[in-house]
């Protein structure tokens, strides 16, 4: 989807159009969750704090997050993609992966189609990506946002990877490039230079898997039923908080809201570990991790304070807590065998 928590803030305040919006915090110390068109053309971005985002566009209109209505319009499109397949893997509210290979159109149309119903249906825009693999699609569905799609066949993935820069693999993110940058790595053709002895060397598994994805090679299937790997929350004070006492009622009461969402949405799934998360008053950031089978307030204030120590007092800005869950295909395979 096009900006899709923005798209729908100006779906539901036609006076919104054509101005810069910035969906997420409400005040200075809050982070964007997305920002429109109109936004990006001043640097605005989601994950951004606001207050970076307001200097970039002082006349930026913020809205607040409601994600209830984000999730029932989610909800709308996802049943529009299952009019046309049930090999649906979503990736968050607004993208998802959709294997079409068993119809007999062509992925093109189809694509098309369901675009146009998505904006018949939700008045929202949809872009889309179309090729053999995920990786591709993926990549191939940025290229004429907003409202458009781009096709990779098969025949033309060599020069479409090789001209691509390496930013544009998943998994290569900012650490990733400044590794490759003084080894001459720009661009995927860059990457193609060197074997896969050189790479496992300098990078292990995660070289070898980059010589398949340089060259746009990904094996990973659509998956319809992804599993929740963990379940978070966090929140960003209105003020700094400078000492560790003042940390524990929030910690306290974010606890009640994850266990009342662990019984109500994730009551089956068995905890693997408990998280603790800050981030401080200069944006550094730690996560404390403990194994543990149930939300236990006395562990995660243990936690709380393993994290607050490695910021050398720093002051508070986020706070979040959190649980990761054990796989259920492990859980049956260790079951099994004892």
């Given at each position: 989807?096009?900006?899709?928590?923005?798209?729908?803030?100006?779906?539901?305040?036609?006076?919104?159009?054509?101005?810069?919006?910035?969906?997420?915090?409400?005040?200075?110390?809050?982070?964007?969750?997305?920002?429109?068109?109109?936004?990006?053309?001043?640097?605005?971005?989601?994950?951004?704090?606001v207050f970076k985002a307001l200097a970039l566009c002082?006349?930026?209109?913020?809205?607040?997050?409601?994600?209830?209505?984000?999730?029932?319009?989610?909800?709308?499109?996802?049943?529009?993609?299952?009019?046309?397949?049930?090999?649906?893997?979503?990736?968050?509210?607004?993208?998802?992966?959709?294997?079409?290979?068993?119809?007999?159109?062509?992925?093109?149309?189809?694509?098309?189609?369901?675009?146009?119903?998505?904006?018949?249906?939700?008045?929202?825009?949809?872009?889309?990506?179309?090729?053999?693999?995920?990786?591709?699609?993926?990549?191939?569905?940025?290229?004429?946002?907003?409202?458009?799609?781009?096709?990779?066949?098969?025949?033309?993935?060599?020069?479409?990877?090789?001209?691509?820069?390496?930013?544009?693999?998943?998994?290569?993110?900012?650490?990733?490039?400044?590794?490759?940058?003084?080894?001459?790595?720009?661009?995927?053709?860059d990457l193609q230079k060197l074997d896969q002895i050189?790479?496992?060397?300098?990078?292990?598994?995660?070289?070898?898997?980059?010589?398949?994805?340089?060259?746009?090679?990904?094996?990973?299937?659509?998956?319809?039923?992804?599993?929740?790997?963990?379940l978070s929350s966090e929140t960003t004070f209105s003020?700094?908080?400078?000492?560790?006492?003042?940390?524990?009622?929030?910690?306290?009461?974010?606890?009640?809201?994850?266990?009342?969402?662990?019984?109500?949405?994730?009551?089956?799934?068995?905890?693997?570990?408990?998280?603790?998360?800050?981030?401080?008053?200069?944006?550094?950031?730690?996560?404390?991790?403990?194994?543990?089978?149930?939300?236990?307030?006395?562990?995660?204030?243990?936690?709380?304070?393993?994290?607050?120590?490695?910021?050398?007092?720093?002051?508070?800005?986020?706070?979040?807590?959190?649980?990761?869950?054990?796989?259920?295909?492990?859980?049956?395979?260790?079951?099994?065998?004892?």
């Open positions: 989807m096009d900006c899709f928590y923005a798209a729908i803030e100006e779906r539901e305040d036609p006076s919104l159009r054509g101005k810069p919006v910035g969906v997420g915090g409400s005040e200075r110390r809050g982070v964007l969750t997305t920002a429109n068109y109109e936004a990006r053309k001043y640097g605005c971005r989601s994950a951004m704090p002082p006349h930026l209109v913020l809205v607040p997050v409601r994600f209830d209505l984000y999730r029932a319009v989610s909800s709308q499109i996802r049943v529009i993609f299952g009019r046309f397949t049930d090999l649906i893997e979503p990736l968050s509210l607004d993208e998802a992966y959709l294997d079409v290979s068993h119809l007999q159109s062509s992925g093109a149309a189809i694509a098309r189609e369901i675009r146009a119903q998505i904006f018949e249906e939700t008045g929202l825009t949809a872009s889309a990506g179309i090729s053999t693999n995920k990786l591709i699609a993926k990549i191939a569905s940025d290229w004429h946002k907003p409202n458009g799609q781009k096709q990779v066949t098969e025949e033309e993935i060599p020069a479409f990877m090789a001209g691509l820069p390496v930013g544009r693999i998943w998994g290569v993110g900012k650490k990733m490039r400044e590794k490759l940058t003084p080894l001459g790595i720009e661009t995927c053709a050189e790479l496992s060397q300098r990078f292990g598994k995660w070289g070898i898997e980059l010589w398949h994805l340089c060259r746009g090679v990904d094996e990973r299937p659509v998956t319809p039923d992804r599993t929740r790997k963990s003020e700094n908080i400078g000492d560790l006492p003042a940390l524990i009622q929030p910690l306290r009461t974010m606890l009640d809201g994850l266990a009342e969402d662990l019984a109500k949405s994730h009551p089956d799934r068995v905890i693997r570990s408990l998280v603790v998360k800050l981030k401080f008053a200069d944006f550094h950031r730690t996560t404390a991790e403990r194994a543990g089978h149930r939300v236990e307030p006395a562990v995660f204030e243990d936690l709380l304070t393993e994290a607050w120590k490695r910021g050398a007092q720093r002051a508070v800005r986020l706070l979040g807590v959190g649980v990761r869950f054990e796989d259920p295909k492990e859980s049956e395979q260790m079951e099994f065998f004892c």
